[in-house]
C-alpha cells in the first residue's frame, strides 16, 4: 500500500452543492433562499419561530414535574452482574457493594448507589450489598442461593434560600 493510493470508498463524501454559480446551474440568482427578507441575509437562526402562529411549544400545555434532589442510580442487570462474575471481576466470597461493581469495570463512575434489575439470569450464590432491586431481581438472586441487603439512602435536602440567609 502506497499514499497516493488510500482513498475513500466510492459514495463516502458527498460533493457540496454550488449555489450562486449563475442562472445554468439552477441555483444561481438567489441559491435557494427565495427573495429577499430576513431568512435570505446572512446569518440568521429563526428556531421556533412559526410566522407569527403560536409556536407549538406554546400551544401544548405543561408536564410533569422535575424533583430537584432526586437520586442518580447506577443500575445493572442480573445478566452483566453473571458475565462478570464469570469473568472473574467480582469475587463472590465477600459481599458485593458499589465500590466492588465500580472497580470491577461495571459502572464508570459511582453514583448515589445501585439498583438490580431482573433481566438476565443468575446462577452465582452471591450476597449484594445495594440500594434498591426489582421485585423480578430480588426472587432471581434467592433463587440462586444469594442474598440481598438493602442500604437506606436518603436524598440531600435541597437548601432554600430562606435557610441560606438565616445562617448569616
Known amino acids: 500500500m502506497k499514499l497516493n493510493t488510500i482513498s475513500d470508498k466510492p459514495g463516502a463524501r458527498k460533493n457540496a452543492k454550488r449555489v450562486g454559480r449563475g442562472a445554468g446551474s439552477g441555483r444561481g440568482e438567489t441559491a435557494g433562499r427565495g ?48 458475565t462478570a462474575i464469570d469473568a472473574k471481576k467480582l469475587d463472590i466470597k465477600k459481599p458485593v457493594d458499589l465500590a466492588a461493581m465500580v472497580e470491577a469495570g461495571l459502572f464508570n463512575k459511582s453514583r448515589d448507589g445501585v439498583r438490580l434489575l431482573g433481566k438476565g439470569e443468575l446462577s452465582a450464590k452471591v450476597n449484594l450489598v445495594i440500594d ?33 440567609t438565616a445562617k448569616e
Not at 407569527?52 to 400545555?61: A, D, H, T
Not at 442518580?72 to 453473571?82: A, P, T
Not at 421485585?135 to 436524598?155: H, P, Q, W
Open 35 to 82: 427573495v429577499k427578507g430576513q431568512t435570505s441575509r446572512s446569518g440568521v437562526a429563526v428556531t421556533g419561530f412559526e410566522g407569527g402562529q403560536m409556536p407549538i411549544y406554546r400551544r401544548l400545555p405543561k408536564r410533569g414535574f422535575n424533583k430537584p434532589n432526586r437520586l442518580d442510580w447506577n443500575e445493572i442487570n442480573l445478566g452483566k452482574l453473571q
Open 132 to 164: 434498591h432491586a426489582t421485585k423480578s431481581a430480588a426472587a432471581a438472586v434467592e433463587k440462586a442461593g444469594g442474598s440481598i441487603k438493602l442500604v437506606e439512602r436518603k436524598a440531600e435536602p435541597a437548601k432554600s434560600a430562606a435557610a441560606e
